[in-house]
């Protein structure tokens, strides 16, 4: 199963467009946050979380332009007092490529860090294991993650966009499926006198090329499996006349994607914006 686009859907509830998908499609729109309820069919998979709840995940997969979903279970270990899902922050996707989909949580009986959980679609054995975080940094200021599949072993790199003690320059955070360790690489800010973006969007143009996205400022690209790393930097067109006086107002370009999008298709990029008068 390959992932298309992710829709914010805070309080997303099952419907039944979700039942009447063709078996696996090319791409599938997906509800960003998952609905909490213990729900099983052939896409289901499990993990051991960190704190050892296990984790049960369930995709319900509909023919776009419907929206599909996803189920999330836990759980809870022994050591829990908790009387509800035991979940600090609800389910939510924060990356997707091809077969993969990155999912962030936190448990309320764990030790107060994120859990980041990847799931693999396949339709013979999909799977779901739990990521390890690096040992010298928290992600939660990232809010969104590039994937790279690696051939064709089900292999994967995780790429998390971070900044350097000044925020002048950014440093990548890559964690290999291959040997289950991070890994940091510096990467220069390829227009020092623009600041430095806040992306609000990834996603991969070609084998390796990842592209960050902030809607306010423009776009950040690197090929992070070349050696050494550059940076190319695209700036994105000043706002709509309407969109002006809000453009003005944001801090990060996270809100800005409330009227525009950046997508590739068919290897070209494309964007958008929209005005309402």
Known sequence: ????????????????DANNASPWPSSILLAQRAYVVISRNDTTASAKSRAD?????TFWVADPPAVSFYTFHCSKPPVSDCEDADLEVQPHVVGAQGPFILLRTCFASGDDEDEYFIYKG????PSLESIPLPDDDRLRGV???GIVPRGDGGHYLLVALCYTAKYLDYRLHIFSSEDRTWRTKELLNPCPGVHTIIP??????QDGM?????FAQGLLMCDVLQEPLHAHYIPLPEFLPEN????KQYVSGASARRFRDVACVDGMIKFIEMEHA
């Open 1 to 16: 199963m390959e992932s298309g686009s992710m829709v914010d859907s805070v309080s997303f509830n099952p419907s039944g």
């Open 53 to 57: 709840h296990t984790v049960e995940v």
């Open 122 to 125: 396949d339709p013979e054995s």
């Open 143 to 145: 809010s969104e993650f």
């Open 200 to 205: 609000a969007k990834v996603f991969m143009l």
């Open 210 to 214: 990842l592209c960050w996205v902030d």
């Open 244 to 247: 002006r006086p809000k453009g």
